[in-house]
C-alpha cells in the first residue's frame, strides 16, 4: 500500500483538477464518454496490468476509475465518500478483530457497532432527510426555520447501506479482513456504485481477491458487452420514450382525463421498469467485462403473481437488505402473527422513506406494507387465488402505487387519482399529451407484453454464445441503442 501511496494522491488530484472543468457533468452509463472512452479504458488497462502480473497495481487501477467516475459528477462530494468508506473500514476492521479499539483507544464491541450505526444513518439522515424534517416541523408548530438546501450527494443512500451492512457482518464476525484499496473498490466499484446492485462484502472480495478474476477471459467480456447493450437499448430507446409522455401528464395532472391518465400512468409504469432494469443490466455486463458477476437484482418483476413475489423479483438486492437487517432484526415471523404483520408494515414503511425524503414515498412505502402484510393474512388464512387474478390484482396494485412514487407532491398525486377513475371525463385533450393514440396504445400493449411475458435479459443472457447469430443479433441491439443516445438522459435511481 506505501509504495502506491504517492500515485494515488497525485492520481485523485488530478482527476479532481480535470472533472472540476466539467461542473454538474455526470458521467452517466448511457453518455458517449462512458460508453466509448470511460469502459473500454478501464477494462483494457485493468487486463493489461494484469497481464504484466501488476496485480496489486490492477486493483488499484479500478479503484481509481471509480473514484474517478464517482468524482466527475461533483469532486467535492468525493471527499466525503472517502470520509465515509474511511470511518466505516476503520470500525469494520475493528470489530473483526478480538481486540477492539478505536485509535488504540479500547471500546466494546456493542458500543463499536452502535456507534457505527449511528454515524452511517445520520450521515445519510443530514443529506437526505434535513429539510424534509424542517419543512413538517414548520407546518407542525407553526415555526419559520430556514431551509438548508442541502444537495443530495450522488448514490448516498446505496453506498451506505453497503456500508452498514458491512458493518453489521462484521459485528456477527461474517467478513474477514481485508487492505484499505480492496473494501475502497468493495464501496466505489464503479459498475454498481450509482444505484447498486447492492452488495455484500462476501460475495464481492473474494471476487476481487481471486485469481481467476484477473485473468481476461473472451466469453465474459462478449457476455458482458451483450448484457450491457440490452441494458443500454432499455434505457435510450425504450424508457426516455415512455419518460416524454409521463413528465408531460405528470407535469400538469390537473385535468388529466381517464384516458389521459391511464396513458401517462402506465407510460411511468413501463419507463421506471426499462431505466432501473436497463441500468442493472449495464451494471452487471459492465462488471462482467472485469470478470465480476454482480447479484441478480430483477427478474421479470410484473410477472408476479402476488406481491410477496413482487418484492422478490424487483430490485432484489434491496429486498434482501430489508429483509436480512431490517425485517429480521424487528423480529421477524418468530414472536406470532400480528407481530409478523406489524414487522412487515415497518419494514417497507422505512424502505418507502429510503427511497425519497417526501411524503408521497411514506405513502407509497404504507400502501405495499399494508399490502404485503395483508397477502401474508390471506396466506395463513390458507387462501388461494387463481393465477391470472393474482397476476392482474399485483399489476394493478403496483401501477396505482407507483402514482405515489412518481407524483411530485400529494395533490398531483390525487390529480392523477382522480383521473384514472375518470372524474375528469373520458378522452378530452388526449392529442396535447401523446399525440397519435393508436401509435402510443400499441407502444404501450407491445412494450408491456415484453415485460410480462418475454425472458429477461439474464435469460437472453444465459442462452448467448460466442457465434455469429448471437454476435449480429447483438451489434443490432448496440447499434439502435448508440442512435438512440441523441439526448442523454439521467437514470430515475439516482435521484435516490
Known amino acids: 500500500m506505501p509504495v502506491f501511496k504517492p500515485f494515488l494522491d497525485k492520481a485523485v488530484t488530478g482527476w479532481y483538477l480535470i472533472s472540476s472543468h466539467f461542473p454538474g457533468y455526470r458521467m452517466l452509463f448511457n453518455s458517449p464518454e462512458f460508453v466509448f472512452l470511460f469502459l473500454p479504458t478501464a477494462v483494457i488497462v485493468y487486463f493489461l496490468l494484469n497481464r504484466m502480473r501488476l496485480l496489486y497495481a490492477g486493483m488499484v487501477w479500478l479503484t481509481l476509475a471509480s473514484f474517478f467516475f464517482y468524482a466527475f459528477w461533483s ?6 465518500i472517502l470520509g465515509s468508506i474511511f470511518v466505516n473500514y476503520t470500525i469494520g476492521t475493528a470489530l473483526a478483530r478480538e481486540k477492539k479499539e478505536i485509535l488504540r483507544i479500547p471500546v466494546s464491541k456493542k458500543v463499536l457497532f452502535i456507534g457505527g450505526i449511528i ?27 430556514e431551509l438548508q438546501h442541502i444537495v443530495l450527494p450522488l448514490a448516498i443512500s446505496f453506498f451506505t447501506f453497503q456500508q452498514v451492512a458491512y458493518l453489521v457482518d462484521s459485528y456477527r464476525g461474517e467478513t474477514r479482513e481485508y487492505d484499505f484499496v480492496n473494501y475502497c473498490l468493495f464501496v466505489t466499484f464503479f459498475p454498481q456504485l450509482i444505484a447498486g446492485p447492492i452488495v455484500h462484502h462476501g460475495e464481492m472480495m473474494p471476487q476481487f481477491a481471486a485469481l481467476r478474476t484477473k485473468v481476461f477471459n473472451a466469453e465474459n467480456l462478449a457476455r458482458g458487452l451483450f448484457i450491457f447493450s440490452i441494458g443500454l437499448f432499455k434505457k435510450a430507446v425504450v424508457a426516455d420514450l415512455f419518460a416524454v409522455w409521463a413528465n408531460n401528464g405528470y407535469d400538469n395532472p390537473v385535468a388529466l382525463t381517464l384516458l389521459n391518465a391511464w396513458v401517462v400512468s402506465l407510460s411511468y ?40 413475489d413482487f418484492w422478490r423479483r424487483w430490485h432484489m438486492t434491496l429486498s434482501r437488505w430489508l429483509r436480512d437487517y431490517l425485517y429480521i432484526p424487528l423480529g421477524g415471523n418468530r414472536k406470532g402473527p400480528g407481530r409478523t404483520y406489524l414487522n412487515l ?48 390484482c399485483t399489476f394493478l396494485f403496483v401501477h396505482i402505487a407507483w402514482v405515489f412514487f412518481r407524483a411530485p407532491d400529494l395533490p398531483k398525486a390525487g390529480y392523477m387519482l382522480k383521473g384514472l377513475v375518470g372524474l375528469n371525463g373520458i378522452t378530452h385533450g388526449a392529442q396535447e399529451i401523446y399525440g397519435s393514440l393508436p401509435g402510443t396504445v400499441a407502444l404501450l400493449t407491445v412494450f408491456l407484453v415484453i415485460a410480462v ?12 454464445r460466442i457465434t455469429t447469430r448471437w454476435a449480429i443479433a447483438g451489434g443490432l441491439i448496440a447499434g439502435t441503442a448508440i442512435l438512440g443516445m441523441g439526448r442523454v438522459t439521467e437514470f430515475l435511481y439516482f435521484n435516490f
Open 75 to 80: 469532486p467535492q462530494y468525493l471527499i466525503l
Open 453 to 464: 411475458r418475454s425472458p429477461n435479459s439474464m435469460e437472453w443472457a444465459s442462452r448467448f
Open 119 to 145: 454515524l452511517n444513518l445520520g450521515f445519510l439522515g443530514y443529506y437526505k432527510y434535513t429539510d424534509f424534517l424542517i419543512t413538517n416541523a414548520n407546518l407542525l408548530f407553526g415555526a419559520s426555520f
Open 345 to 392: 408494515f415497518l419494514t417497507f414503511l422505512l424502505g418507502g422513506l429510503w427511497h425519497g425524503a417526501g411524503w408521497t414515498f411514506v405513502i407509497w412505502g404504507a400502501l405495499h406494507g399494508l399490502a404485503t402484510a395483508l397477502h401474508k393474512f390471506w396466506q395463513d388464512a390458507g387462501y388461494r387465488m387463481p393465477r391470472l387474478l393474482g397476476w392482474l
Open 269 to 308: 409504469t413501463l419507463q421506471l421498469y426499462f431505466d432501473f432494469s436497463g441500468y442493472t443490466d449495464m451494471a452487471m455486463g459492465g462488471a462482467l467485462m472485469c470478470n465480476i458477476r454482480l447479484p441478480l437484482n430483477f427478474n421479470s418483476p410484473y410477472k408476479a403473481l402476488s406481491i410477496q
